[in-house]
């Protein structure tokens, strides 16, 4: 049985939201007259990642093509912005989320999209989103310049979003990867305290790196990806609805199933 946890951080996109198909199609709209196309294996590692870093590391993986990363980001943000006011949530995200919110539970969102893009993608959706309140960290927040700009799979956003919730997880360690010895004892039993829902492989790692407990909730696309990666997440989900909450020391759904 794994340790009971005490705080819960959820990433965003492709978890909570369905973006990732919008992500997909916006990008082999923008390839096609290219000739080209984002396969599952390119995507798996570009999920996750800062704006810029993942169209750097797409168009890496597409060599050749006459398309600066720029030109990539200005089409792409034109066309995700027509879609971002239309994403629904995923199955399970509602019940979990105020089951959390109602049992005060403490909650935050990590996430490496912007911050204007997470305003368009959850405006319509705060009866949900409307509950984290101001514990939501976003990919371009003042902490990234704070801890040295690095997105997923660095452990740097959850770090940051359980000290948003006032716990003393320390700082990252001095290789900046894995936290080293000054972590004290008590810092690294707080981060085990921490449960991170992740649907993409960089943030299993990310979360693992944080010391947290991790369970992962991948598009099925993705268990065809080869991963070679020491990280692994502690719990694999169909979705956010398979979830069993006193599993990991958490109050129990009602046995009405509790909201929807």
């Known amino acids: 049985m794994p340790s009971p946890v005490s705080y819960v951080l959820f990433d965003m996109d492709g978890l909570m939201i369905d973006s990732e198909q919008v992500y997909t199609d916006v990008t082999n709209e923008i390839l096609k007259p290219y000739g080209a196309e984002m396969t599952w294996a390119i995507k798996a590692g570009l999920m996750g990642k800062p704006e810029r ?112 919730l006032g716990r003393s997880v320390g700082e990252k ?29 960089p943030g299993v790692r990310a979360g693992k790196r944080a010391g947290m407990n991790v369970i992962w909730v991948p598009d099925p696309n993705l268990l065809g990806v080869e991963d070679t990666n020491a990280e692994k997440a502690d719990e694999v989900l169909r979705s956010l609805a398979e979830f069993v909450p006193e599993e990991w020391g958490l109050p129990p759904y009602d046995s009405d199933g509790g909201a929807p």
Do not use: M
Request: glycine share 12%; aromatic share 6%; proline share 6%.
């Open 53 to 164: 870093a993942a169209a750097e590391h797409l168009l890496a993986s597409l060599p050749g093509l006459p398309l600066s990363t720029d030109e990539y980001i200005r089409q792409r943000t034109i066309l995700q912005d027509l879609r971002w006011p239309h994403v629904r949530l995923l199955p399970g995200v509602e019940r979990l989320v105020r089951h959390l919110h109602t049992h005060g539970v403490p909650t935050a969102i990590a996430t490496g999209s912007q911050r204007r893009n997470f305003v368009l993608k959850t405006g319509h959706l705060q009866d949900v989103f409307g509950l984290f309140g101001r514990r939501v960290v976003c990919g371009d927040d003042a902490w990234i310049a704070r801890e040295g700009g690095r997105g997923k799979p660095a452990p740097d956003v959850f770090l940051v979003a359980a000290r948003a």
């Open 173 to 201: 360690g001095p290789d900046g990867e894995r936290e080293g010895g000054e972590v004290g004892v008590e810092e690294r039993a707080e981060r085990a305290r921490g449960l991170v829902f992740e649907d993409a492989l």
